[in-house]
Nanobody
Framework: QVQLVESGGGLVQAGGSLRISCAAS????????VGWFRQDPGKPRLFIAS???????NYRDSVKGRFTISRDNAKNTVYLQMNSLKPEDTGRYIC?????WGQGTQVTVSL
């Protein structure tokens, strides 16, 4: 059974940084793509970033230059380093293998 467990969210002031993690079990993440999405209440999930099996990364335009997605194959974990955070980055960040989804971790950015 595949499990994706996110952690590392929290409350941070605008301009600050957070690193959130997605620890996977039941699947080897390096063999496929992993994405981070943001869930805002009442809205569709929003693509934030992804990392492909070959290491290629993609980002939503609004986070380019501020967010970095990476992968630790030994830990079977994907990270999202978020710098220069803005209040509009607030939301529940969920990781996915595009087959399975985690429960998410809440990120709140205050003014």
């Amino acid at each position: 059974q595949v499990q994706l467990v996110e952690s590392g969210g929290g409350l941070v002031q605008a301009g600050g940084s957070l690193r959130i993690s997605c620890a996977a079990s039941g699947v080897i993440i390096s063999t496929g793509s992993v994405g981070w999405f943001r869930q805002d209440p009442g809205k569709p999930r929003l693509f934030i970033a992804s990392i492909l099996s070959n290491g290629m990364t993609n980002y939503r335009d609004s986070v380019k230059g501020r967010f970095t997605i990476s992968r630790d194959n030994a830990k079977n974990t994907v990270y999202l380093q978020m710098n220069s955070l803005k209040p509009e980055d607030t939301g529940r960040y969920i990781c996915t293998t595009y087959i399975d989804w985690g429960q998410g971790t809440q990120v709140t950015v205050s003014l």
